[in-house]
Nanobody
């Protein structure tokens, strides 16, 4: 059974940085396209960033492009999200997700079959 566990969230001031980690177990991590999504209080969950199986292709929501970097280490079954220049608008619960059906993944949450429990990121002004 595939399990995804996020960590690295916390409280940071505007302009600060955080690095989120998603640790995967129970599946062949290198065969899954991966993604990060987030959900702010009272809002729908939204796509943040995605990465292909081999890590060669990455894609971002416009709102985080240039500030966030997604990466993965298939040898460690781990994915990361480096978040820089954070603003209060980035405050949300961040989720990692796995899509074993595609090489490159999508921006649609319904295409991801496995999800972590989420980690809270709070950016103070």
């Amino acid at each position: 059974q595939v399990q995804l566990v996020e960590s690295g969230g916390g409280l940071v001031q505007t302009g600060g940085s955080l690095r989120l980690t998603c640790a995967a177990s129970g599946g062949t991590f290198s065969t899954a396209a991966m993604g990060w999504f987030r959900q702010a209080l009272g809002k729908e969950r939204e796509f943040v960033a995605g990465i292909s199986r081999a890590g060669s292709s990455t894609y971002y929501a416009d709102s985080v492009k240039g500030r966030f970097t997604i990466s993965r280490d298939n040898a460690r079954n781990t994915m990361y999200l480096q978040m820089n220049s954070l603003t209060p608008e980035d405050t949300a619960v961040y989720y990692c997700a796995a899509d074993f059906g595609r090489i490159f993944g999508t921006r649609r949450e319904q295409d991801y079959g496995y999800w972590g429990q989420g980690t809270q990121v709070t950016v103070s002004s």
